[in-house]
């Protein structure tokens, strides 16, 4: 008999229901969003010891989308709606001051902060009020203690195993404009994944109501994830040997980008998290205490995917706007075959004259492409 995944089960119950399909996000969120339950679930129960430290599944994950269409917020409600009934009060307000988030924290360590909007979340974090809001959250992932204390001038607060899940959306364009290259210095931003959105091929116009059948299964299974006591989990052999060749390949790949070591450095240490997340959405494996090495290959890959598509993010926010219109006007000229118009260009990009010829003539300068009667020729690197 088959084993019950809850990741196949959860993207199951948001495409196939008998009632129909309950959004058209892409497969990417839909995963995002289990990973998301299985990690608020795991909380401080499951870890695996990582020197002197233990490695928790907390995670800070925004789905981006290319616009509002996307279903980030739908997909984001869809994971609340299955959490929520194993963990009523989980959720976290997305608007605070830093004094009054550690008053709750006091109460109710942990928890998951849902936000609608990425961008204003960070803004609010960054204001005046909240200033040191960024440092806090940050310590408080790092915080592998069962005891975390925050002097104020409100007072001390006492923050017994804080575990914080942020869980939101964004718009590209959004991300995009409001943050820039030294946002990243603080590592507040490395530590989260970005999910971007492929680009929607087809919209659904009806959605479908809930299966309850399949959304039972579902809650049962974070049921019985839940009864468990806590647990220390250890690799596999096979797993530790799959986790030393990712490591050797992600160092030799990402060695020299120096403005993402800090992120690729998390990452090696994050996959253990999602190794444990495929761990336990495996309802058979829910008690045992060795993780397989086919939840170590799921996590790797999942973990590649999170790479490519935060790497790429990061890489654009520390690119000057030059660089992106130099980087924008060289892809149309490789999709248009390596020639195009300048009259073309300005109706795809919708940039002003001025803008286009600044950008063309320094290709120019730097002998990428050629410029005749208003043609556009990208020049064969050498």
């Known amino acids: 008999m088959e084993q019950y995944n809850f990741i196949d089960g959860y993207m199951d119950w948001v495409k196939n229901g008998k009632h129909g399909a309950l959004t058209d996000a892409c497969d990417a969120y839909t995963k995002a969003t289990a990973y998301m339950v299985l990690a608020q679930m795991a909380n401080r129960k499951f870890y695996i010891p990582f020197g002197v430290e233990k490695i928790y599944c907390n995670l800070w994950l925004i789905l981006v989308g290319q616009s509002s269409f996307s279903r980030k917020s739908t997909s ?143 809650v049962s299974h974070l049921l019985e994830i839940q009864k468990q006591e806590p647990t220390e989990l250890r690799l596999s052999s096979a797993s530790e040997a799959k986790y030393r060749h990712f490591h050797k390949e992600v160092m030799e790949m990402y060695r020299e980008q120096e403005n993402l070591s800090p992120f690729v450095a998390r990452l090696l240490t994050d996959v253990h998290k999602f190794a444990i997340l495929e761990h336990l959405a495996v309802r058979e494996n829910i008690g045992k205490k060795v993780i397989e090495e086919t939840a170590m290959n799921k996590a790797v ?25 130099r980087r924008t006007v060289l892809n149309l000229l490789e999709k248009s075959g390596g020639e195009t118009t300048e009259s073309e260009l300005l109706g795809i990009l919708k940039w002003q004259d001025t803008m286009l010829n600044s950008t063309l003539r320094t290709l120019r300068k730097e002998q990428r492409i050629t410029r005749s009667d208003g043609r556009i020729t990208l020049t064969k690197e050498r």
């Open 301 to 325: 890959e999942s973990t590649k995917q999170f790479i490519e598509t935060t790497s790429l993010l990061f890489e654009d926010i520390a690119t000057t706007p030059y660089q992106k219109r």
């Open 76 to 218: 984001v409600k869809l994971g609340m709606r299955i959490l929520k009934q194993v963990m009523k009060y989980v959720e976290f307000p997305d608007n605070f001051s830093i004094q009054k988030f550690l008053e709750r924290l006091e109460n109710q360590p942990q928890g998951i902060c849902v936000v609608d909007e990425f961008i204003a979340f960070y803004k609010m974090m960054t204001r005046g009020y909240n200033m040191g809001a960024t440092d806090l959250f940050t310590s408080l992932y790092d915080s592998g203690k069962e005891e975390y204390v925050k002097s104020l001038k409100s007072g001390t607060y006492i923050v017994k195993n804080p575990f914080i899940n942020i869980f939101g959306g964004v718009v590209l364009e959004k991300l995009e404009s409001n943050i820039k290259e030294d946002d990243l210095t603080g590592g507040f931003l490395y530590r989260f994944f970005f999910v971007v959105s492929p680009p929607r091929t087809k919209d659904l116009d009806i959605m479908g109501k809930s299966d309850k059948g399949k959304e039972k299964q579902l």
